[in-house]
Nanobody, 115 residues
Framework: QVQLVESGGDLVQAGGSLRLSCAASGLIFSINTMGWYRQAPGKQREFVATIFNSGGRTKYADSVKGRFTISRDNAKNTVFLQMNSLKPEDTAVYYC????????WGQGTQVTVSS
C-alpha cells in the first residue's frame, strides 16, 4: 500500500501563487510516476501535471503550462506543485496520484482562487 497526503491548498486572489505538497509513504518502491489532478465542482477530474521517476521528465496540461511547475524531493518522498498566476478557473480540489503496480490517490486539498 501507498499513502499520499496532500497539503498547501488555500484561498488566494487571482494572480497569486500557491505551493501544494504530496507526501508519499508505504511501498514507495512500487511507484514509478507521480502526478497531480484536479476536480472542479460539477466537472470531471482532469489531469494537471506528471513527473516521471526515470529522468524526471514532466508533462503538463495545456491549461497550466507556463504557470505550474511539478517537482519532487526524492529524499523526502514528496512531490510539489508550484502554481503561479492563478486564475479563478483553477479553483478545484487538487489530488495527488501515484502510478505503479496499481494507482493510488490522496484525499485532496482545496484550492480556491477569487477574482
Amino acid at each position: 500500500q501507498v499513502q499520499l497526503v496532500e497539503s498547501g491548498g488555500d484561498l488566494v486572489q487571482a494572480g497569486g501563487s500557491l505551493r501544494l505538497s504530496c507526501a508519499a509513504s508505504g511501498l514507495i518502491f512500487s511507484i514509478n510516476t507521480m502526478g497531480w489532478y484536479r476536480q472542479a465542482p460539477g466537472k470531471q477530474r482532469e489531469f494537471v501535471a506528471t513527473i516521471f521517476n526515470s529522468g524526471g521528465r514532466t508533462k503538463y496540461a495545456d491549461s497550466v503550462k507556463g504557470r505550474f511547475t511539478i517537482s519532487r524531493d526524492n529524499a523526502k518522498n514528496t512531490v510539489f506543485l508550484q502554481m503561479n498566476s492563478l486564475k479563478p478557473e483553477d479553483t478545484a480540489v487538487y489530488y495527488c496520484k501515484a502510478y505503479g503496480v496499481r494507482d493510488y490517490w490522496g484525499q485532496g486539498t482545496q484550492v480556491t482562487v477569487s477574482s
